[in-house]
Each structure stands twice: as C-alpha cells, then as structure tokens.
C-alpha cells in the first residue's frame, strides 16, 4: 500500500514548475509506482497561456478548484473549465489551456504514466520516458 499526502508530497521533488511560470504540478504517483498511470494535482495560474499537445500520453483532467478555458487547436472550439468540469485528451489533442481570473486545481491522470520530472517542450509535448 501507498499514502502519501498533498503536503508531503508539495515538499519534496515530486513539486514541479515550469519554465514558463505558467503552471505547477505535484506528481503523487509515478512510473516507478508501477500501477500503470500517474496522478498528478497541478495549478494552472490565472490569466496564463500554455500550448499543450501530448503526442505520446493520454490525459484525463478534473477541475477541482479556478476557472479557465481549453481551445482545441483542430477546430478551434473553446470550452469553459469550471469546479466538476472533466476534459479528456483522448486523441493527443493539441490545445490550449488558459487560466481566468484565478488559479485553477486540476486533478490529472496521465497513460502512460510519468516518470516525474517532465515539462512542456516547444512543441508542448512531453516527451515518452524510455526507461
């Protein structure tokens, strides 16, 4: 069995902000968990821009807390995010995600899992672990 807490898990490594001060990610279940997903509670800071396109990962997203906005890119449809809105990247969408007027928490589930330390790339992919 794991437990591990939110704040415990805030204080460590498994904290992750980018590069871009755009977002904030607590990985509490990784690759190396070896349950074959990851869990992830990230903050995407409001009245931010970041271009997303995981070509190599599923994504499940469930905003908890904020608002904001997804843009899908292939057809440019916008859908609002707001506390019980779930969104899911079940084609390796490439969109945008913005925060509104405050900080959104969102809940993520990644497959394959993650193995800890990933950031967008210019492309806004995250790249396969091949460990």
Same mark, same amino acid.
């Given at each position: 069995? $794991?437990?591990?807490?939110?704040?415990?898990?805030?204080?460590?490594?498994?904290?992750?902000?980018?590069? +871009?001060? +755009?977002?904030?990610?607590?990985?509490?279940?990784? @690759?190396?968990?070896?349950?074959?997903?990851?869990?992830? &509670?990230? +903050? &995407?800071?409001?009245?931010?821009?970041? %271009? &997303?396109?995981?070509?190599?990962?599923?994504?499940?997203?469930?905003?908890?807390?904020?608002?904001?906005? &997804?843009?899908?890119?292939?057809?440019? @449809? $916008?859908?609002? $995010?707001? #506390?019980?809105?779930?969104? $899911?990247?079940?084609?390796?969408?490439?969109?945008?995600?913005?925060?509104? =007027?405050?900080?959104? @928490?969102?809940?993520?589930?990644?497959? #394959? #899992?993650? =193995?800890?330390?990933?950031? %967008?790339?210019?492309?806004?992919?995250?790249?396969?672990?091949?460990?």
């Amino acid at each position: 069995m $794991i437990v591990r807490t939110l704040a415990e898990c805030e204080q460590s490594e498994r904290r992750v902000k980018s590069e +871009t001060g +755009t977002w904030e990610s607590t990985r509490m279940l990784l @690759k190396d968990d070896n349950m074959g997903f990851s869990f992830h &509670i990230t +903050t &995407i800071y409001a009245n931010t821009e970041t %271009h &997303i396109h995981y070509q190599n990962h599923l994504e499940s997203v469930y905003c908890m807390s904020g608002d904001g906005e &997804i843009e899908d890119l292939a057809d440019g @449809k $916008i859908y609002p $995010i707001k #506390p019980g809105t779930l969104y $899911i990247l079940d084609k390796h969408d490439n969109h945008l995600l913005r925060g509104g =007027s405050e900080d959104m @928490k969102l809940a993520c589930v990644f497959n #394959p #899992p993650l =193995s800890g330390k990933e950031v %967008h790339d210019a492309d806004g992919v995250y790249a396969l672990d091949s460990e």
